[in-house]
């Protein structure tokens, strides 16, 4: 079966990202949309970020514009996360997580996951350290409110 280290993505900068090096960690997957009224949680994440990354944990933001709620390149969404919400973790380059399009990382999540449709933007997956979808949260979920099974899953080797 697969986990999310068969996966390949691109980075910002254009450079590709290879999820195999996230091996052993804790991930958080989000699907972003700088225009979103939820996008305040990139502030969140990334407090979460700095808070656990020396104890192995990692977010990966991919930016969708499929709710119609992105800036217009990727290059204005990589300043807009970068100024406004300080974000120093990975963000890819804009997928597609619904449809003929779909990126194959969201296919598979949703599938490890039991879940269909991503409904909105800020759908999160936490992936443990062996690669495997733990738990998908709908978009209002607040980190806080995952902060316990952040924890949890840190502990774990």
């Known amino acids: 079966m697969a986990t999310i280290y068969d996966f390949k993505e691109t980075e910002m900068n ?8 996230y091996k052993g960690k804790v991930v958080v997957i989000v699907n972003t949309a700088s225009k979103c009224g939820l996008a305040p949680q990139l502030e969140t994440l990334e407090s979460f970020y700095q808070k ?8 990966l933001g991919l930016p969708s514009n499929q709710f119609h709620q992105e800036l217009d390149s990727d290059d204005e969404t ?66 806080e409110k995952m902060e316990e099974d952040i924890t949890e899953a840190l502990k774990t080797e």
């Open 14 to 21: 254009g450079e590709t990202l290879e999820l195999s090096d």
């Open 52 to 59: 656990y990354k020396d104890q192995g944990f990692e977010v």
């Open 78 to 143: 990589d300043n807009y996360c970068k100024v406004h919400y300080g974000v120093t973790f990975p963000m890819t380059k804009r997928v597609e997580v619904n449809g003929n399009k779909e990126d194959p990382l969201f296919t598979h999540l949703k599938e490890a996951a039991g879940h269909g449709k991503i409904k909105w933007n800020f759908t999160k997956f936490l992936v443990g350290r062996d690669g495997e979808v733990i738990k998908r949260y709908a978009p209002q979920t607040k980190l």
